[in-house]
């Protein structure tokens, strides 16, 4: 099978005025592509937010996935993964997976699929008046889940944990997406990312709900 291409943009933009001033970006962009016995997919991220005084948020990611299917619901994969949030306590966090996925489930209403693997992660971690960079060996689980619930709505859940000697990178994303028109949808999602290590002072739990416009083409 040859796909030329798919691709998904998420965007959105909040404004609030009156007792609080605040302004917030999100933007993702999602690139795949099929080549046979291959999937390549990349996906990019960028969040924003500002409120009358100071920068609440600021951080940008990418995932570069490629799969060699050599059955209907088995594949091998490579995945490079690198972020960078300001407000985490690391000024970058980057890892590179290899590993086996299985599509458990996978009809026109619901899918389910798991990825374990094993790879390298790389962490420079922001401390007083300098920074730390570790590097460790990674254990890698990954879950995605997804249940169309009507017609026009979607569920889906997506769980990726990266483990190591030095820290524990959990990433979680719920979300719930109507369709508004044939390319356009609006999504609802909760995004709980987690660092088991941390420096002293800065929470090891970041929690974003956001709502965006979904446009495939």
Known sequence: MKTLGKAKENWGFTQTSGNTEIQSLVAKLALGYQLFSWDHSLKLEALRAE???????????????SNYNFSENSYLFGKFRYNEDRFSGYDYQSSLIFGYGYQVINTERTGLKLEVGIGAGQNNMQLDIYSQTDEQILGFLGVNFRHQIGAHSEFTQDLKVEGGTENVYTESETGFKVNVMENLAMKLSLSINNNSEVPPGIEKTDTVTAVTMVYSF
């Open 51 to 65: 409120d009358q005084v100071n920068l609440t948020a600021e951080s940008y990611g990418a995932n570069l996935q």
